[in-house]
């Protein structure tokens, strides 16, 4: 409404009445944002499985989502692991079943503060097959308790992100059907 009343040169007010005497509905601010946001529609399309490997890979995702996701947040599907594969598997269902563009997907890392930025950032673009600029600033931590140190990932952890809350919807919602499953 802001952009009609600013295009049109008239008080918001007046947009208000004339589309409350047309009986058109508003959008909320939030659906306004991602409209704005995604001018072009969502910016993925989920498929369905129809072969064998969709269903597996489906299945996967999902899976890697409900036990490494974060689900605290509404707005991001964001996976974190020290494990490569489980990276790159997320990747593939995020590409083939929700075909979200590459462009959409970011990357971050996390290491102990003994360990090399560099040889993270190296070893998870080489692991990953994508460039090291795709990475952000990497975060290091101190060290975390005793007993596990000496296992601790020596690269860090990597975390993939896609900021879409219609996507983080989708995947909450099949979770949802999947625990609702009956035996």
């Not at 072969?51 to 599907?77: C, M, P, Q, R, S």
Request: proline share 5%; aromatic share 12%; with cysteine.
């Amino acid at each position: 409404m802001g952009q009609i009343a600013k295009e049109l040169h008239y008080c918001p007010h007046t947009i208000v009445y004339w589309m409350r005497k047309h009986h058109i509905e508003r959008r909320s601010r939030s659906d306004a944002a991602y409209i704005q946001a995604n001018p072009k529609g969502n910016p993925f399309h989920i498929t369905y499985p129809k072969t064998a490997n969709e269903h597996f890979l489906y299945g996967l995702g999902l899976g890697i989502y409900w036990g490494e996701g974060t689900k605290a947040t509404n707005f991001a599907v964001r996976v974190t692991n020290s494990d490569p594969g489980i990276i790159r598997t997320f990747r593939t269902f995020l590409h083939t079943i929700c075909h979200v563009d590459t462009t959409r997907i970011r990357y971050s890392i996390v290491t102990f503060n003994d360990s090399s930025p560099n040889a993270a950032k190296s070893y998870w673009a080489k692991e990953l097959e994508i460039s090291p600029d795709k990475f952000g600033k990497i975060v290091q931590i101190p060290t975390q308790g005793k007993g596990t140190y000496k296992r601790k990932s020596l690269f860090g952890i990597c975390t993939i992100t896609v900021s879409n809350t219609k996507l983080k919807t989708w995947i909450m919602d099949e979770l949802k059907k999947i625990k609702n499953k009956p035996d």
